[in-house]
């Protein structure tokens, strides 16, 4: 169980399913994100309007993943492979993000102006700290050619994102989707995003062969994974 990791919770725990799958020989790792921002809901208090506008970026939400190794042909698919998975978490960036559990229950606070900027500042560094070691950059490869699978968290974020990786229209936009429709789903966002990703390459037409998925969360700590596409199953409907 993973708790109190927030909206990194999601690329943590298939962090952590992936090495489960792979050190047990035929395991079958269900990985389950559950969310209930409710709970952490409060009437006006000394931070009011701030904190009922936060409440309101947040919703509730539910999603399931079955991570393994070695699939079973024909009877499993694999969707996308989890090539490598890392965590890296900004020194002295601890009060920018963080969660406690109070005596009212579970509360948090999210300092924006500074938040936005230092998520898109750090992301390339974690992006090509990713890609290198696996020789796919030497070949030529840009953050334009892959797709994208990172946890929206606020519109501002991805705004800078788009723009400190210069990103053509449209990369981030399962992002924006799932955000759009259910808002900020803390730790679970990121299974809706993986999915919304895998129907725009099996009924929208959108490819890319290799992509990363992204989790930020407190600490300041980003959960950085690289996915291989495997194109036969997403071209086959399930």
Same mark, same amino acid.
């Given at each position: 169980?993973?708790?109190?990791?927030?909206?990194?919770?999601?690329?943590?725990?298939?962090?952590?399913?992936?090495? &489960?799958?792979?050190?047990?020989?035929?395991?079958?790792?269900?990985?389950?994100?559950?969310?209930?921002?409710?709970?952490?809901?409060?009437?006006?208090?000394?931070?009011?309007?701030?904190?009922?506008?936060?409440?309101?970026?947040?919703?509730?939400?539910?999603?399931?993943?079955?991570?393994?190794?070695?699939?079973?042909?024909?009877?499993?698919?694999?969707?996308?492979?989890?090539?490598?998975?890392?965590?890296?978490?900004?020194?002295?960036?601890?009060?920018?993000?963080?969660?406690?559990?109070?005596?009212?229950?579970?509360?948090?606070?999210?300092?924006?102006?500074?938040?936005?900027?230092?998520?898109?500042?750090?992301?390339?560094?974690?992006?090509?700290?990713?890609?290198?070691?696996?020789?796919?950059?030497?070949?030529?490869?840009?953050?334009?050619?892959?797709?994208?699978?990172?946890?929206?968290?606020?519109?501002?974020?991805?705004?800078?994102?788009?723009?400190?990786?210069?990103?053509?229209?449209?990369?981030?936009?399962?992002?924006?989707?799932?955000?759009?429709?259910?808002?900020?789903?803390?730790?679970?966002?990121?299974?809706?995003?993986?999915?919304?990703?895998?129907?725009?390459?099996?009924?929208?037409?959108?490819?890319?062969?290799?992509?990363?998925?992204?989790?930020?969360?407190?600490?300041?700590?980003?959960?950085?994974?690289? &996915?291989?596409?495997?194109?036969?199953? &997403?071209?086959?409907?399930?």
């Amino acid at each position: 169980m993973l708790n109190l990791n927030g909206c990194s919770a999601g690329a943590a725990s298939l962090r952590l399913a992936k090495d &489960l799958a792979e050190n047990n020989r035929g395991a079958r790792v269900l990985v389950a994100c559950v969310e209930l921002t409710i709970v952490a809901f409060r009437g006006p208090e000394e931070d009011y309007p701030n904190r009922l506008i936060s409440q309101a970026v947040f919703g509730d939400g539910a999603g399931t993943v079955i991570v393994g190794a070695d699939a079973v042909h024909p009877v499993e698919r694999a969707l996308f492979e989890m090539v490598s998975a890392s965590q890296t978490t900004i020194p002295a960036t601890d009060g920018v993000l963080n969660m406690h559990l109070t005596e009212a229950g579970l509360d948090g606070h999210i300092f924006t102006r500074e938040l936005v900027p230092l998520a898109a500042q750090q992301i390339e560094q974690c992006l090509t700290d990713a890609f290198q070691p696996l020789g796919i950059m030497s070949h030529g490869t840009k953050w334009n050619d892959m797709f994208f699978v990172v946890h929206p968290g606020l519109r501002g974020i991805m705004d800078h994102i788009d723009r400190a990786l210069r990103l053509d229209p449209g990369k981030l936009a399962a992002s924006r989707a799932v955000l759009r429709e259910y808002r900020n789903m803390l730790g679970a966002t990121l299974i809706f995003v993986l999915n919304e990703q895998r129907r725009r390459m099996e009924e929208v037409g959108e490819t890319g062969e290799w992509g990363v998925m992204m989790g930020f969360g407190p600490g300041f700590t980003v959960e950085t994974m690289v &996915l291989h596409a495997v194109a036969s199953n &997403l071209r086959n409907k399930i």
